[in-house]
């Protein structure tokens, strides 16, 4: 029996679970394209020189001592091996898979024996063996015999016969005291300061230079009105961009929210941070060294960077950080000794923005950060810049982050103070009718006559709008006060988009309007005792009648809410337990 249906057959008798597993272990892009979804033909494609290559850049440095160890001891047993005539399998460049030639050397006639590696490497060794089977990398073993793919017998990773079982030590120190709370204080402050850039965002789009990029000065004010300082701005941005949720916009060359962001943004804390952590784990950049915000994402060691660091990071003790950087670059090093040799600036970039996510605290690993560790063993990275799965994400996050609230304590000073993260009706609902004064562990909103006409203006009467303020607290009488006195005189005068007329019942009124000096740049003309027409569009006379001190209403003006196309997805969608699924079947099928 040749290795290819040796492999087929050990497939089909794998669960679904199991498949599952070896599918992500394997990294594979390709879930669910039709032509991998026989067993066959996924055999053939993992006994392909370029899966093979693939799949050793994600193993550690002992896993790689075993398999080079059984290769050289097979060339010891029977010599060198013949070179392959190999057709290497289509499908990483984006092109359809179609059927991968399979080397003509079959390296189950070059099997060892089990007990003879055992002996040489020790007993240490016996658990990564079954891992490394589990992942087809040692094919299926016939009682005692050990095989590893064609590929390896041509190069093995390693000449010599070393064994390393475990990474370098990191030495390191016990984290204070407040330690444990430091992730919740950082993922809870990230939920909220990129709600607040992302709604200034979509409420004042910067322009882009056709350079690429907004300017600084753009990106300064919409850090400024985030409060957050400017690279954690440009971060964030960069991360929304990658996540599909923001996108350059032509004519007049804009930054705009996608059609994605209005599901984002009503959505919770947990679901809105979960997407842009996906977003930072897989894009190939690292941020901290991009030259300028919304750079092109092509640099192919920062997500191994990325994974090699939470890798190492992962063997702390519990309780421990402060690992020295060069300790950690050894370490990161051993997970990923095929990968490209660690950069210390780009390595201290990445764990600053590790912890400015809550993927690290103090330098150690948090639930967030085993979370996207977990992602990143699925191989999600190869699936950019389509959002991987996020659902363990939202799931620890929720976990981690403080509940919502919905309710907000209204106080007769005309300010409403929500302490914790409120839902997405309930902010909605206040920055409606009133203003953000502050942000933090709690939210403070201010009453005035112009936030209360706003909601007006949306068509709500005094009494629509009391008694939703009334769903979310008891009304102080101030504030009562204030949203009738306000409705009294709202409406009193409309504007109707024409270009425009205005009109009002109370003639007084109408004649008063057209003897305003600080109104005579609207060209206001009486075309009747109640009418009046502006030379002004509808919205620059409702400002100016707001500034001379009047109250008018907008009479059926219709408000766009301009949104980019979001960007495609370049890659299909990673779906590996599909996949799984739709092998046991046809694995059945042929059976039948």
Same mark, same amino acid.
């Given at each position: ?29 390709? /879930? ?9 033909? =996924? ?63 079959d390296p189950a006639s070059r099997s ?12 240490? /060794? ?15 073993? !016939? ?34 005291? !407040? ?17 607040? =850039? ?60 996608? /059609? ?62 402060? &690992? ?43 639930? &967030? +950060? ?27 996050l929720d976990e981690l982050m403080p ?12 300010? /409403? ?18 203003? @953000?004064?502050?942000? +933090? ?10 936030? &209360? @006409?706003?909601? =007006? ?112 997805? @370049? ?22």
């Amino acid at each position: 029996m040749s290795s290819t249906e040796d492999l087929t057959r050990w497939l089909t008798g794998r669960t679904a679970g199991q498949l599952t597993v070896l599918l992500e272990r394997r990294q594979l892009p390709y /879930a669910g394209v039709p032509g991998l979804a026989e067993p066959a033909r =996924l055999a053939a494609f993992l006994l392909g020189n370029p899966s093979v290559r693939l799949a050793l850049t994600t193993l550690n440095l002992a896993e790689l001592q075993v398999l080079s160890a059984v290769a050289v001891l097979a060339e010891r047993r029977y010599g060198p091996a013949p070179a392959p005539a190999v057709s290497a399998p289509a499908g990483f460049a984006g092109r359809r898979i179609g059927a991968a030639a399979v080397p003509t050397l079959d390296p189950a006639s070059r099997s060892v024996p089990r007990a003879e590696l055992l002996e040489l490497l020790g007993s240490r /060794a016996a658990p990564l063996l079954a891992g490394l089977a589990d992942r087809a990398l040692l094919l299926p073993p !016939h009682g005692e015999q050990l095989t590893v793919p064609a590929a390896l017998h041509q190069q093995p990773p390693y000449r010599s016969l070393d064994f390393t079982p475990d990474p370098p030590p990191l030495p390191a120190v016990p984290l204070p005291a !407040h330690a444990a709370g430091a992730a919740q204080a950082a993922v809870t402050e990230a939920a909220a300061r990129v709600e607040l =850039l992302l709604r200034a965002t979509a409420a004042r789009p910067p322009a882009l230079r056709r350079t690429g990029g907004p300017a600084v000065r753009e990106v300064r004010g919409l850090a400024k009105a985030a409060g957050l300082s400017e690279p954690q701005a440009a971060l964030w941005l960069d991360l929304a961009a990658n996540a599909g949720l923001l996108a350059p916009c032509p004519a007049p060359l804009r930054l705009l929210p996608t /059609a994605r962001y209005d599901d984002w943004a009503a959505g919770t804390p947990a679901e809105r941070l979960a997407p842009l952590l996906a977003a930072w784990a897989v894009t190939p950049l690292v941020f901290g060294t991009a030259p300028a915000v919304l750079g092109t994402p092509d640099d192919p060691t920062a997500v191994p960077l990325r994974h090699a660091l939470l890798l190492a990071l992962d063997q702390l003790p519990p309780g421990h950080g402060g &690992v020295d950087p060069a300790d950690l670059l050894d370490a990161a090093a051993w997970h990923r000794p095929l990968g490209p040799a660690p950069d210390p600036a780009a390595a201290a970039a990445t764990l600053a923005e590790a912890e400015l996510l809550g993927v690290l605290a103090h330098g150690a690993p948090t639930p &967030v +950060g085993r979370a996207v560790r977990e992602l990143l063993d699925t191989g999600a990275a190869h699936c950019f810049p389509a959002v991987p799965p996020v659902r363990q994400l939202c799931y620890v996050l929720d976990e981690l982050m403080p509940p919502q609230v919905d309710r907000a304590r209204f106080q007769a000073d005309l300010t /409403a103070v929500v302490t914790g993260p409120p839902t997405a009706a309930l902010a909605g609902l206040l920055d409606l009718t009133a203003d @953000r004064e502050s942000d +933090g562990q709690a939210t403070v909103w201010r009453f005035s006559p112009a936030a &209360v @006409r706003r909601a =007006l203006d949306t068509g709500l009467d005094a009494d629509e709008l009391l008694g939703r303020l009334r769903d979310r607290g008891e009304l102080p009488q101030p504030l009562e006060y204030l949203v009738k006195d306000t409705a009294r005189t709202h409406g009193r005068l409309t504007v109707a988009p024409v270009g425009c007329v205005l009109r009002s019942e109370d003639e007084a009124l109408v004649l008063e309007l057209t003897r305003a000096r600080a109104l005579s740049g609207l060209g206001l003309h009486r075309i009747a005792p109640t009418v009046l027409t502006s030379t002004a569009d509808a919205g620059t006379t409702l400002t100016a009648l707001r500034q001379a001190g009047y109250a008018p209403s907008a009479e059926s003006v219709a408000v766009t809410v301009e949104r980019a196309p979001t960007p495609p997805d @370049r890659a299909p969608a990673y779906d590996a337990a599909a996949l799984a699924v739709a092998l046991l079947g046809a694995g059945t099928s042929r059976a039948d």
